[in-house]
């Protein structure tokens, strides 16, 4: 069974199975980047620019800013849940979860 993701409202939401899960304007922090040169980023999430979904992993690349230093960026793939069970629910990170870009 496949499940659909993709990007709602150019770019302001990320639609699992034609619901909407994910949204812009959420603060991440990032760790083992490359949008700035902090350590840990606290990225302002403006818009999502490119979905998939690796495995039950969903996955996103996203433009903003690191609010410390001021950076603007596209980010690497970011981890933002999974697809678990045998309803293939879609299940978020926990808030204020640190995300490490995956290759």
């Known amino acids: 069974m496949t499940t659909a993701v ?3 409202d150019d770019g302001a939401w990320i639609s699992v ?3 909407r899960v994910v949204s812009v304007s959420e603060l ?3 760790a083992d ?3 700035c040169g902090c350590e840990t980023a606290d990225f302002l999430i ?3 620019v490119d979905v998939d979904a690796a495995g039950p992993a969903v996955l ?3 433009a903003g800013q690191c609010v410390t230093c001021g950076e603007s960026a596209v980010s690497g793939w970011l981890p933002v849940g999974r697809i678990v069970g045998p309803d293939r629910r879609f299940a978020s990170l926990a808030t204020g979860h640190v995300r490490t870009p995956r290759a």
Do not use: M, S, Y
């Open 28 to 30: 991440w922090q990032l």
């Open 60 to 62: 996103v690349r996203a």
């Open 6 to 8: 993709r990007i709602l």
């Open 33 to 35: 980047h490359d949008v």
């Open 17 to 19: 199975d034609d619901e």
């Open 46 to 48: 403006e818009g999502f």
